[in-house]
């Protein structure tokens, strides 16, 4: 599976951005699929997950209530709609697929089996 994100930029706090993140190979609608980020200097951290059938959701404490993730399977693609952008969300952001059964690990790095090249959101003061 080869994931492409795109969507990243500069814009200033209280703006939005949306993410995609395309997916090609393998079976797409049978994937878990999730973002993480990483600011510089900062270790690789949890955003948001969707279920493959897009029944169930998760998100950091840090984003509930501001970005929403969301997939349309015909189009094998997955979005982020962030909101309220302020200047802590900037990072590199990733998105990643999964095979895993144990949702509860759907925050771990290790539970995705395919990553992203990532995409750079800057949220301006």
């Known amino acids: 599976v080869q994931l492409q994100a795109s969507g990243g930029g500069l814009v200033q706090a209280g703006g939005s951005l949306r993410l995609s993140c395309a997916a090609s190979g393998g079976t797409y609608g049978r994937y878990h699929m999730g973002w993480f980020r990483q600011a510089p200097g900062k270790e690789r951290e949890f955003v948001a997950v969707?279920?493959?059938?897009?029944?169930?959701?998760n998100y950091a404490d840090s984003v509930k209530g501001r970005f929403a993730i969301s997939r349309d399977n015909a189009k094998n693609t997955m979005y982020l709609q962030m909101n309220s952008l302020k200047p802590e969300d900037t990072a590199v952001y990733y998105c990643?697929?999964?095979?895993?059964?144990?949702?509860?690990?759907?925050?771990?790095?290790?539970?995705?089996?395919?990553w992203g090249q990532g995409t750079e959101v800057t949220v301006s003061s």
């Open positions: 990643a697929a999964s095979y895993g059964s144990s949702w509860l690990r759907s925050s771990t790095v290790n539970w995705y089996d395919f």
């Open positions: 969707i279920r493959w059938s897009g029944g169930a959701t």
